[in-house]
């Protein structure tokens, strides 16, 4: 069992941009349709940034909300740790451009890369610092422009991702019993061939060769990833359940990263809870990859779903492959 320093959320934020990109725009664009992007996905809409919106942009949006709810300012922030596979650029890391934009003038930060689990990679990275109590206020981020490496071209892909952004804050918890409970983190870095983004790093920089290639578009072969999702998910959050003595019944939420509704369902079934415990927006945003589950934070506590003691699972499974699962006691 991973021994947990105490660290707990205090605030939830998210922010998407307001353009819509419906499953109808895409079948104008691509050789699908309605019908099949519902069914394999339950995906309808996505909310995708204009030209010249980035992922640092929309941070701050979600940041902004969130020290204004939690009546933080900026100078009391200690560290930023923002999940993204879509930096605004190479570096500096997105996080010192956040920093700046909203006067964190207290604060070191750095990216990280663990794509769809990047939030969850995050949340732990943060709470090590929350909860050894030398940083009191961190900000977790977890934020991607997937519109930006997306082959609008590629049928395959083009469905599944949207853009978007949340943030929480992490302070440390006053005792064991509140904040995160547990966690599992691990990877299997055979994976990283069937889910990434050939070009712009060091392998292969961009030149006219890698453009005419499209390598700086996600490729995506689908069905493997989607096995290992499910069956990586399912595992992990039933582990986590059982290490702690807990059933799905005393679950007051999960909160999986919204990859393909299918992929939530198996979740859903293996760990034998009904849909009311279930928090589900793939529907509206698509896979937002490492913006997810704090989107998904953000919803469920607009719809009145989230609520102090209750247990809450968050689960995901990205590129590398990354899987990741915690398990807290929603503290406010
Ligand atoms: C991408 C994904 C939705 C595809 O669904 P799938 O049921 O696995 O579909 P397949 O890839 O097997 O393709 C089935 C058929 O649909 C076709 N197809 C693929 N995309 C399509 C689209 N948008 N519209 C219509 N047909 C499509 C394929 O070409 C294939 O046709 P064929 O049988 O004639 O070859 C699914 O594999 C998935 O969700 N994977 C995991 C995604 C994921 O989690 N990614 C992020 C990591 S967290």
Same mark, same amino acid.
């Given at each position: @069992?991973?021994?947990? =320093? ?8 998210? #922010? ?27 995906? $309808?809409?996505?909310? !995708?940034v204009?030209?010249?919106t980035a992922t640092s942009h929309m941070s701050v949006?979600?940041?902004?909300? $969130? ?9 009391? !922030?200690?560290? !930023?740790?923002t999940?993204t596979v879509t930096p605004d650029m190479?570096?500096?890391?997105t996080?010192?451009l956040i ?12 990216d ?5 689990? *990047? ?14 109590? %030398? ?6 981020i977890?934020s991607d422009t997937m519109?930006s ?7 395959? %892909?083009? /469905?599944?991702?949207?853009d978007g952004a ?50 700086? #578009? ?6 493997? /990833? ?6 990586? @998910?399912?595992? /992990? ?13 005393? $679950? *007051? ?17 293996? $760990?034998? /809870? ?10 509206? #945003?698509?896979?937002?990859?490492a913006a997810? =589950?704090?989107?998904? @934070? ?25 899987? *990741? *699962? @915690? ?6």
């Amino acid at each position: @069992m991973a021994r947990c =320093i105490p660290a707990k959320i205090t605030g939830v934020a998210g #922010y998407v941009p307001p353009r819509l990109l419906t499953n109808q725009d895409i079948e104008k664009m691509v050789d699908t349709t309605d019908e099949w992007i519902r069914s394999r996905t339950g995906i $309808l809409t996505r909310h !995708i940034v204009d030209k010249g919106t980035a992922t640092s942009h929309m941070s701050v949006e979600a940041v902004k909300k $969130l020290l204004a709810q939690t009546h933080t300012r900026p100078e009391e !922030i200690e560290l !930023i740790v923002t999940a993204t596979v879509t930096p605004d650029m190479m570096f500096p890391a997105t996080a010192c451009l956040i920093q700046d934009r909203i006067g964190a003038k207290n604060a070191w930060g750095f990216d990280l890369s663990a794509g769809c689990s *990047g939030f969850v990679y995050a949340l732990t990275v943060g709470m090590q610092f929350a909860g050894a109590g %030398t940083h009191k206020k961190v900000l977790v981020i977890g934020s991607d422009t997937m519109s930006s490496i997306i082959n609008y071209e590629d049928r395959a %892909t083009c /469905v599944i991702f949207g853009d978007g952004a949340g943030a929480v804050l992490l302070e440390p918890a006053q005792n064991e019993s509140e904040g995160v409970l547990d966690f599992h983190n691990d990877v299997d870095g055979s994976g990283g061939a069937l889910l990434n983004m050939p070009a712009g790093g060091s392998l292969h920089p961009a030149s006219h060769e890698t453009v005419d290639k499209k390598m700086h #578009y996600v490729f995506q072969d689908g069905q493997p /990833v989607f096995k290992y999702a499910v069956r990586r @998910m399912a595992e /992990v959050a039933a582990m986590l359940l059982e290490r702690n003595g807990f059933t799905g019944r005393d $679950l *007051g939420l999960v909160i999986p990263h919204q990859a393909n509704l299918r992929i939530i369902r198996a979740v859903q079934e293996r $760990l034998g /809870v009904d849909d009311s415990k279930m928090l589900i927006n793939i529907q509206q #945003y698509g896979n937002t990859t490492a913006a997810t =589950i704090p989107l998904g @934070m953000m919803d469920a506590l607009a719809q009145g779903r989230l609520k102090k003691g209750d247990l809450v699972l968050i689960v995901s499974v990205g590129a590398g492959f990354t899987t *990741g *699962g @915690m398990l807290m006691r929603w503290a406010y």
